[in-house]
């Protein structure tokens, strides 16, 4: 990270699943490179998770921020540009609230930040018994070799191979987008207008943010053999309302946007 002075702020997504999230403030907490705040996006918890964020911050030596909206339903794109918008750092990394993190995971993708690109990590999908065990042993400790893992070569990380395999193996597409696992920088953010919260329901707003970054100039990097996240598992969203966020994608595909009315700028 020679000569890159900037600071990082790590964005949680969650709704009312404190036991992955206390994992997933667990492996922050032993970050070999510690982001300048954590922001929790809360879409609507209940006081459980509220109770569990209040005993934790005394945990950390860097601010640990509640940011909170109303249970109205699937809404991760106003709770993402809630807390994008409170952040106070240069460069923001977003994940799931039940990913644990590789404790290199911070470093690795400040490692491979650069101007003109967002970065999309990958992960490593744990099964029902091993996250199961997670939970029971309170454990965050995985390798590729622990059991109940499956697509193994997403949890290998190699810090010096890692920049040279992310710059073959990035491929400019909106497919494949994943908000799990994700970094770019205010900055791009704001002069797309964020996330776009006409999108209701799971689906396809994150690879909607992509393509208005791609029209706005910014490249993808595939972060490769690095920023490990170790997705815990759950039962599949709904896909009640894919067909219509389907619309929307194809409609910002269409017109080449770069820009979204309903976003970010509601927060400023």
Request: charged content about 20%; proline content about 2%.
């Amino acid at each position: 990270m020679k000569n890159k002075q900037f600071a990082v702020s790590v964005i949680i997504t969650t709704y009312n699943r404190p036991d992955a999230l206390k994992m997933v403030l667990k492996s922050l907490l032993k970050q070999s490179v510690q982001p300048a705040e954590i922001i929790i996006a809360d879409d609507g918890s209940g006081t459980e998770t509220q109770t569990l964020i209040e005993t934790q911050k005394a945990l950390f030596a860097i601010p640990l921020l509640h940011c909170w909206q109303e249970d109205n339903g699937f809404r991760a794109a106003a709770i993402r540009n809630k807390s994008i918008a409170t952040s106070k750092s240069d460069y923001i990394i977003i994940i799931d609230g039940d990913v644990l993190l590789h404790r290199h995971f911070v470093r690795d993708h400040l490692h491979i930040a650069k101007k003109g690109q967002f970065v999309q990590g990958r992960r490593v999908l744990l099964s029902e018994a091993l996250t199961l065990q997670i939970f029971s042993q309170q454990k965050i400790t995985l390798t590729p070799f622990s059991k109940g893992i499956k697509n193994r070569l997403n949890a290998c990380s190699f810090r010096l191979l890692s920049p040279v395999v992310s710059s073959l193996l990035s491929e400019q597409k909106y497919t494949t987008i994943r908000s799990c696992n994700m970094a770019f920088w205010k900055k791009d953010v704001m002069a797309i207008n964020g996330f776009n919260e006409a999108f209701t329901g799971w689906g396809r707003e994150d690879s909607e943010f992509a393509v208005r970054m791609f029209n706005n100039g910014i490249k993808r990097k595939d972060l490769r053999l690095g920023g490990v996240a170790y997705h815990l598992y759950h039962l599949q969203n709904s896909r009640n309302g894919l067909e219509i966020n389907e619309l929307i994608l194809n409609q910002t595909i269409e017109n080449q946007s770069k820009f979204c009315e309903l976003g970010i700028n509601q927060y400023l």
